[in-house]
């Protein structure tokens, strides 16, 4: 079975402030895809990124960074500078990277970490 | 381009009731999900269809049924509602079933009362 952690319920920060957004997964795949979804509070699920557990480089999107550690399943998000417009319910999901009938492909999401970044 | 939509965007039904969601795809994406999320949680896989076909079921009563229409969109149906059915119903729709990000709709607000 997959699970995907997300302990940190809610972070309030400072605008221009750093804050990172831990990801600690579980799965028995060898091959597996995780993610990084924004849900602001229109409710609408925004796709961040898509990570192939073969890649373990780290990327760089403008003010965001994502560390992907396999050795301690861990997909860690970064804010660097922190906005208002960047306060939302952030979202970890796991899924298999290969389809093999029933309900295997899916994915499987965190509970969510409300981000509150204050003026 | 269009995202996906989903109609109606809030409903509001009485136990035992019946109701019907429905979701359009972004164009040329063939793959639909569905998921279900409870307030305070993340989603929770309830089907797949793909080619028209479901490919994939979470772990929901069979009071849940699901169909893929020729034109790709999708429907969700759920009978007998009970308290607990109180949710955000979410769509997504993705090229292909496995690998593909998912594009998730503004999602349906039920309520049961």
């Known amino acids: 079975a997959q699970k995907v952690t997300q302990a940190q319920t809610e972070i309030s920060v400072v605008e221009k402030e750093d804050v990172t957004l831990d990801c600690v997964y579980e799965?028995?795949?060898?091959?597996?895809?995780l993610f990084w979804y924004k849900q602001p509070p229109s409710g609408e699920l925004v796709f961040l990124i898509r990570?192939?557990?073969?890649?373990?480089q780290n990327e760089i999107s403008g003010r965001y960074s994502w560390n992907f550690q396999k050795s301690t399943s861990s997909f860690n998000f970064t804010i660097t500078a922190s906005q208002v417009v960047d306060s939302a319910v952030y979202f970890c999901a796991l899924s298999p990277a290969a389809y093999s009938g029933g309900s295997n492909y899916k994915l499987t999401f965190g509970k969510g970490t409300l981000l509150t970044v204050n003026p | 381009d269009a995202g996906v939509t989903q109609s109606p965007t809030h409903l509001i039904k009485t136990r035992g009731q019946h109701v019907t969601l429905r979701c359009s795809p972004i164009?040329?994406?063939?793959?639909v999900s569905w998921y279900q999320q409870v307030l305070g949680q993340g989603p929770q896989f309830i089907f797949q269809y793909y080619e028209k076909e479901e490919r994939g079921r979470g772990n929901f009563p069979d009071r849940f049924s699901a169909r893929q229409f020729p034109n790709y969109s999708s429907e969700l149906n759920v009978n007998a509602l009970l308290l607990g059915d109180s949710a955000l119903y979410l769509c997504?729709?993705?090229?292909?079933?496995?690998?593909?990000?998912?594009?998730f709709g503004n999602g349906t607000r039920l309520t049961v009362t």
């Open positions: 997504a729709s993705s090229p292909s079933p496995v690998g593909s990000p998912l594009h």
């Open positions: 164009s040329g994406h063939k793959s």
């Open positions: 990570r192939n557990s073969f890649d373990e």
């Open positions: 799965t028995r795949d060898t091959t597996y895809y």
